[in-house]
């Protein structure tokens, strides 16, 4: 019991270690949701993602974060993503990449393009309706009808808090290590949910099971 | 014994072969090019996985564009030169975009309404195809740049196929020929000017199909709410209302309607679709004798049309539609007639029915205070899966991982084990081959369910292995009593529009009926 009481502790002041560190510096977001510039590079011969890679690396290095994508599927032409990019990198981005294909790209016809960050709030809505209130009331009626002898004040407790906990130390684990915030842990976060779902139904289902074995033996 | 070995060896080579046909494929050659091709079906893929439209719009730098009698027709965004100088319009030099209206402020309300575009987009049809992929459009990433206020939007890339799986349309060319569309509706007398209703008092637009026997019309109708639906009852029963004179020439000269404007009301659309072959009979004996009344009526036709006065209805600030009107509208309802005659090709009105729907969002989702151009929009392949290196290393780590699963599961269980693991690689084979089989798009979250699934699946196994041949009814009983709840929630996940918890709902439904089925029919036989 004293055990149950310590881990709950530590998940606690993890979760608002986590609120401060969201609350001051917000979350390490993945490239996709920050602000970051983009440039596109072209060809009239197929263009390899590899040889843009070392260009990158050479003129701004590879400590900044970036990725390069393949644009259209004529192989011909890459977009250059990076959380950070000055008109003067992208001129010497551009002769390299003339250099290296004999390419007549010019400067002025290659923007960078400054595009905004994702809001949080905004990433995060649609999963609030559908998977966080929808399923929870869902499930609280079948538990409330299932469960009924366990007590529904416990099972209102347990059905949302636990959830609602796992999220929160998920995404405060998140944000204390600096972990990117994006698809993956999105997708991880719906994940989270489900198991924590499936974890509660199975104790349920054995306390419902003790819970009548005592009142047969009773 | 050699029976029960026989039948042991015919279930394991059954799921070998399963194993091979999802793993491996079945390559058949083609006809035409003569290569090999795996003719079984390919994975779906989300836009995360597989790559996305991209599309930056920046604000217009544009001006106003006048036509000869100084009216505002439009921008430089609409017109190219050449079109100005043959038309002979004027282009000013007042900018669409003032600064006043270049604001942060302005900036989001663009957003916003992007992304009511984007939640609000349905192309209706009137065919029963398929609309591939159509609840992923939902799967966006929007942002703006609060500086100069450019707006970055990802959308997937998604047709509309018909029953032979050909392409029809190409359904995010016209969610992209929405978002430049500054929207905004506009009702108003023809000479003055004067707004009576805008946008505001719209309740909902829609695009809808009227199949009469002869064909089918299609419309845009606009419903007000109920100011607009008092205020419309009022102008068409009042001074709106057609003069009495003007109905009877309306009755003799059928055409005439349709020069002015492509419009009737709903109401009178099939009346007037039967009388319209008798009409035009009529109209060709009475031309001669017209012709020679007409000059004397000339001076009184002009007469009468200055004092009938006229509503004109504006839609993305252009005017679509001028007309007094023979009834009050009293519903509140105004239909556009898009078509003048009923269509019979399906195709054609498809094609309609997609042009009105692209309408009907716009109108939908509010009027953009910011005219916005199309600075890129192109398809980008995802940067999650081009790193080849770092696919065959996220495959490779899974594996392993299931191996060092099902190693400790035949070190426990020995032979029985053993057995086991060759049916969970074989609930694998199934479950992913299931997975193309029914048209499911795996995004990142879908694959977070496989992998729940997988886990739920050995914990089942292990299950089953501890229990004894007896009580392994009662453990099915218990184990699907359990899964209820996530059942449901796949079931919900399913039912959602929005594209990323469709794939998770939907990995998550097969797999769980799957998991019970397939350990029923071959686990449970295999240990026995």
């Not at chain 1, 009481?5 to 270690?17: H, M, S, T, V, W």
């Not at chain 1, 972990?179 to 509660?200: K, M």
């Not at chain 2, 609409?78 to 006043?100: A, Q």
Request: overall charge negative.
């Amino acid at each position: 019991m004293k055990k149950k009481y310590i881990i709950i502790a530590i998940i606690c002041l993890i979760i608002i270690a986590g609120v401060v560190v969201w609350k001051t510096q917000g979350f390490n977001k993945e490239l996709q949701y920050s602000s970051r510039k983009q440039i596109q590079l072209g060809n009239s011969t197929r263009v390899d993602i590899n040889d843009v890679e070392e260009i990158y690396a050479e003129v701004v290095g590879n400590d900044t974060r970036h990725f390069i994508q393949e644009v259209e599927i004529f192989g011909n032409s890459v977009s250059i993503v990076s959380e950070n990019m000055t008109e003067e990198q992208r001129d010497q981005i551009v002769d390299k990449f003339n250099e290296k294909y004999n390419g007549k790209l010019e400067k002025d016809k290659v923007p960078v393009i400054s595009i905004g960050f994702t809001r949080v709030k905004d990433v995060l809505k649609n999963y609030i309706l559908p998977a966080g209130i929808i399923t929870i009331v869902v499930i609280l009626i079948y538990f409330f009808i299932r469960f009924k002898n366990i007590g529904w004040k416990k099972v209102l407790l347990k059905t949302v808090g636990i959830p609602v906990l796992a999220e929160l130390f998920m995404f405060s684990l998140i944000a204390i290590c600096r972990i990117p915030f994006g698809r993956i842990s999105l997708a991880i976060g719906v994940g989270i949910y489900v198991a924590t779902i499936a974890i509660l139904t199975n104790n349920f289902e054995n306390e419902r099971k003790k819970l009548q074995e005592n009142e047969s033996k009773a | 014994m050699k029976e029960n070995r026989l039948k042991l060896i015919t279930k394991i080579l059954a799921i070998l072969i399963i194993c091979l046909i999802s793993f491996a494929g079945v390559y058949v050659q083609n006809e035409n090019s003569k290569k090999m091709t795996n003719g079984v079906i390919g994975y779906k893929l989300s836009k995360d996985l597989q790559g996305y439209r991209q599309i930056v719009l920046e604000v217009s730098d544009a001006t106003k564009v006048l036509d000869k009698d100084g009216k505002l027709i439009g921008n430089t965004d609409d017109y190219s030169d050449s079109s100005i100088e043959s038309n002979e319009y004027t282009k000013t030099s007042d900018v669409v975009n003032t600064e006043d209206v270049l604001n942060v402020e302005n900036y989001q309300i663009c957003r916003d309404i992007i992304e009511a575009k984007l939640n609000n987009f349905k192309l209706k049809e009137f065919s029963d195809d398929v609309i591939d992929n159509a609840a992923t459009i939902q799967d966006y990433n929007i942002s703006v740049n609060k500086e100069n206020g450019l707006i970055y939007i990802q959308i997937p890339e998604t047709s509309k196929k018909d029953a032979a799986g050909n392409t029809k349309c190409n359904y995010t060319d016209y969610v992209v020929s929405t978002l430049t569309n500054i929207g905004g509706l506009e009702l108003r007398d023809s000479e003055t000017d004067e707004v009576f209703l805008t946008e505001e008092h719209v309740k909902n637009v829609e695009a809808i199909c009227n199949n009469t026997g002869s064909g089918a019309y299609v419309y845009l109708q606009i419903e007000f709410d109920k100011f607009g639906t008092d205020k419309l009852k009022e102008l068409t029963s009042g001074e709106y209302a057609t003069v009495e004179d003007e109905k009877d020439e309306a009755a003799e000269e059928p055409d005439k309607e349709e020069n002015e404007g492509e419009a009737t009301e709903e109401s009178n659309k099939e009346e007037k679709e039967n009388s319209e072959d008798k009409k035009s009979e009529e109209n060709s004996n009475k031309e001669k004798s017209e012709d020679e009344t007409s000059e004397e009526n000339d001076e009184d036709e002009d007469e009468e049309k200055k004092n009938q006065k006229e509503l004109a209805l504006y839609i993305s600030g252009r005017e679509v539609i001028t007309q007094s009107f023979d009834e009050p509208l009293e519903d509140g309802k105004i239909a556009l007639s898009i078509n003048n005659k009923a269509m019979t090709d399906v195709d054609t009105i498809d094609q309609y029915l997609y042009s009105v729907s692209t309408t009907a969002t716009i109108l939908n989702s509010g009027k953009m205070p910011i005219l916005y151009k199309v600075q890129e929009n192109q398809y980008v392949a995802s940067e999650l899966t081009n790193n080849e290196t770092r696919n065959i290393i996220i495959i490779t780590a899974t594996i392993v991982i299931m191996l060092i699963a099902l190693a400790y599961m035949i070190i426990k269980h020995k032979a029985s084990g053993f057995l086991s693991a060759i049916s969970f690689i074989g609930f694998v084979a199934t479950y992913l081959l299931l997975l193309r089989l029914a048209n499911v798009t795996i995004s990142l979250e879908g694959i977070v369910s496989i992998g729940l699934i997988l886990v739920i699946n050995y914990l089942f196994n292990m299950l089953l292995l501890k229990n004894k041949q007896d009580e392994k009814k009662k453990l099915y009983k218990e184990v699907i009593l359990k899964m209820v709840p996530i059942f449901a929630i796949s079931i919900i996940f399913t039912l959602v529009g929005w594209g990323v918890l469709n794939s998770f709902g939907m990995c998550m439904f097969w797999g769980i009926i799957l998991l019970v089925v397939y350990n029923w029919i071959v686990t449970n036989k295999l240990i026995d």
